[in-house]
């Protein structure tokens, strides 16, 4: 299966299943909202970004999350992460982690 269609398969999954997430857009790509703000997308390096936020560990996934950096001349995106397709049995875990946290924020 590619990536964008397990992305896809990821987000209809979360959009059935909680009436306050939507599909949305995060920067031109494809993503999921709760309430309106952006938890995860994926990105157009074929990548799945989330939101976990400033505190989040990342040592605490078995996997090779990178800090969200898309501008060539500005600092990274705090909070954000993105994890390759290589490791996509991750990508479903972590979007449920991210509904969480934006969960709690709001």
């Not at 600092?75 to 946290?101: C, H, N, V």
């Amino acid at each position: 299966m590619e990536p964008k269609e397990y992305f896809e398969i990821i987000r209809v999954q979360f959009c059935s299943n909680n009436k306050h997430v939507t599909e949305g857009k995060m920067m031109r790509s494809e993503a999921i909202h709760y309430k309106g703000k952006v938890f995860a997308f994926f990105s157009t390096r074929e990548k799945m970004v989330f939101k976990l936020g400033k505190s989040f560990n990342i040592h605490t996934i078995d996997a090779p999350l990178e800090v969200f950096s898309p501008f060539k001349n500005k600092k990274p995106m705090s909070g954000w992460y993105q994890l390759g397709a290589e490791y996509s049995d991750f990508w479903e875990p972590l979007t449920r982690q991210a509904l969480d946290i934006i969960h709690e924020d709001k």
